[in-house]
């Protein structure tokens, strides 16, 4: 399908002075850039990607996002446009796809990357992150290579650009947990990845993990929480400390709350499916919140899901919002190429605090 072009200046405003242009865009020397975009790149690690990345959970998840294979279409459309516009971070799991449909979002990505025309290296523009199940088969560092390499055959690519761990077993399986902390470093080894890192890791097993890598050579690239402003505890903060003291990258997952800092729904319109029963429980309280981000919002010719995001970015994590419309890409854009004020993002901090409801914390990370 043709890339699709629109025009970012509603969305992006002026061109922020203290974006720092990135020298070298290969991938999309032949593409005409949209006027407003700041081509500035953020590190993970060895890697250059963009200050926001998008997440590919609903690309074949039947059960809570609706997905059906008639939709691919228009999966590649959201896809092309991301990377037209200079998104060149898109996380996925081994895991991410219902039933028969197991590794359907890594297989998607590989096919709409190979249908890219014209563009060289892509393989080195666009980071995959990829993160790999901690099921209890895999018991084994050879195991967890294999996993790797089963992504890559899915992505059909030559390396992976951060290979993660999903969550971690210290809870219920330490011994497993040692097993699966070697075969990262087995997999670095190897040339299969670029870098690696975590998912749902609390703050001790996350400086854990940090040790043992340091200690074998591997640096841990990032770490992948859910952090948002619904999802901004102690546990969080303490995270994103530690990430800033260590060199890791915080990537953010659900940054707007499963949709709910999407301004879409209310206690009296809520989405199909399973996110109902939740977002009934949380969504009355947050009431202060929601009326912040639209106060922000509309003094910034801003949407409220823009604001929430940026908000993300200004504390120094890459938000990773799951796309699955173009609707949702464009949006999502206009995120980047500004920044909140420090008194905005004070208020937008009260406003939360005073939010009597929080989001769920996800049961797979640890402390």
Known sequence: MALMSFNLAAYFGRFSPQAEASPQ??????????????????????MSVSPMGFGTWAWGN??????????DSQLQEVFNLAVENGINLFDTADSYGTGKLSGQSE??????IRDLQGKSRVGDDIIIATKFAAYPWRLTP?????????SLDRLQIDRIGIGQLHWSTAKYAPLQESALWDGLVAMYDKGLVRGVGVSNYGPRQLVRIHDYLKERGVPLASAQVQFSLISMGEDQFQIKSICDSLGIRLIAYSPLGLGMLSGKYTPTSLPNGPRALLFRQILPGLKPLLSSLDEIARRRRK??????LN???CKGTIPIPG????????????????????????QLESAAMESPTKMIQNIFQTR
């Open 323 to 346: 796309v699955k419309t173009v609707k949702q890409v464009k949006e999502n854009l206009g995120a980047l190429g500004w920044r909140l004020s420090n008194d905005e993002l004070l």
């Open 62 to 71: 039947q059960l809570l996002w609706g997905y059906q294979e008639s939709m």
């Open 25 to 46: 865009i290969s991938l999309f020397r032949s593409l005409k850039p949209p006027p407003f975009w700041p081509w500035e790149k953020v590190k993970i690690g060895p």
């Open 311 to 313: 908000w993300c970015i």
């Open 142 to 150: 050879g195991q967890f290579v294999k996993a790797c390499k089963g």
């Open 107 to 112: 297989k998607l990505l590989g096919k709409f």
């Open 303 to 308: 949407t409220i899901p823009q604001v929430a």
